[in-house]
C-alpha cells in the first residue's frame, strides 16, 4: 500500500532563513511524488513533483526537493524563506499499481510553515 | 483560462437535509475527485470517477454519493447520513489516466458547516 508521512505539523523559521520541510514515503514500485501548498480558505496549488531522473527537483516560488531512495525520503527546501511562503504543505504519492485505483493520490497530513520577519 | 470551478463556497445543513455540492471542469481531464479536509487530518478521499458514468468508492465513502454523467461535472451530494459533515471539501481532476505523472488540479473548495 502507498502512504505518505509527513513528521513534522509546524515548521517556523526567520525570513531569509533556508527551510525545509520533510515527508517520507512508502511505496510498491517506484515512487510518484509531489509536493503541493495551500493557502487559507483554498484549494491546493502544484508545487513541484518527482518521476524519474535527477534526485533534485527545481518547481515554483524557488522551492525545490530532494529525492532520496534510500532513506524514501522526499524533502521539500528553499534556500531563502519569505514571509509570503507561510502555508499549509502537503506531500503526496501517486498509485501506480495496476487496477481501479490507479493513479490516485495519497496524501501526508500536511504541515505548516510559519514564517516570521 | 481552463481551471475547477466548485460551488458554493460556503453551505450551511440542516438536520436531516441533503446538500449537493458542485464541481465543474474545462480542463478536458477524464479523472476527477473528491476529498475531505479536516484539521490536522490531510486530505482524505471520497470518491473519484475515472471516466464517464463510472466512479469509485474511496476511504470515507460513507454518508456520500456521486454521480458522472458529463466530463466535465462530478457532483457530490453529503446525505443526512453523514452525521459529521463539517468540513472543507476539495474536488480535484487530473488528464487522461493514462498520464500518471501529471499533478492534480484543484478547486478552491466548499467549506459545509451544520446549522
Known amino acids: 500500500a502507498q502512504s505518505v508521512a509527513q513528521p513534522e505539523d509546524q515548521v517556523n523559521v526567520a525570513e531569509g532563513n533556508p527551510l525545509t520541510v520533510k515527508c517520507t514515503y512508502s511505496?510498491?514500485?517506484?515512487?510518484?511524488l509531489f509536493w503541493y501548498v495551500q493557502y487559507p480558505n483554498r484549494g491546493l496549488q502544484f508545487l513541484l513533483k518527482y518521476i524519474t531522473g535527477d534526485n533534485l527537483v527545481k518547481g515554483s516560488y524557488g522551492f525545490e526537493a530532494e529525492f532520496n531512495k534510500s532513506q524514501t525520503s522526499f524533502h521539500l527546501k528553499k534556500p531563502s524563506a519569505l514571509v509570503s511562503d507561510s502555508a499549509l504543505y502537503f506531500c503526496?504519492?501517486?498509485?501506480?499499481?495496476?487496477?481501479?485505483?490507479?493513479?490516485?493520490?495519497?496524501f501526508g497530513r500536511g504541515t505548516q510553515l510559519t514564517v516570521w520577519p | 483560462d481552463g481551471g475547477i470551478t466548485q460551488s458554493p463556497k460556503y453551505l450551511f445543513r440542516k438536520e436531516g437535509q441533503n446538500v449537493t455540492l458542485s464541481c465543474e471542469q474545462n480542463?478536458?481531464?477524464?479523472?476527477m475527485y473528491w476529498y475531505r479536509q479536516d484539521p490536522g487530518q490531510g486530505l482524505r478521499l471520497i470518491y473519484y470517477?475515472?471516466?464517464?458514468?463510472?466512479?469509485q468508492k474511496g476511504d470515507i465513502a460513507e454518508g456520500y454519493s456521486v454521480s458522472r454523467e458529463k466530463k466535465e461535472s462530478f457532483p457530490l451530494t453529503v446525505t443526512s447520513a453523514q452525521k459529521n459533515p463539517t468540513a472543507f471539501y476539495l474536488c480535484?481532476?487530473?488528464?487522461?489516466?493514462?498520464?500518471?505523472?501529471?499533478?492534480?488540479?484543484f478547486g478552491d473548495g466548499t467549506r459545509l458547516s451544520i446549522l
Open positions: 503526496a504519492v501517486r498509485d501506480i499499481t495496476r487496477g481501479s485505483t490507479l493513479g490516485r493520490l495519497y
Open positions: 470517477s475515472q471516466i464517464v458514468n463510472d466512479f
Open positions: 480535484a481532476s487530473v488528464a487522461d489516466r493514462g498520464r500518471i505523472n501529471q499533478p492534480q488540479h
Open positions: 480542463l478536458n481531464h477524464d479523472a
Open positions: 511505496v510498491s514500485g517506484n515512487p510518484y
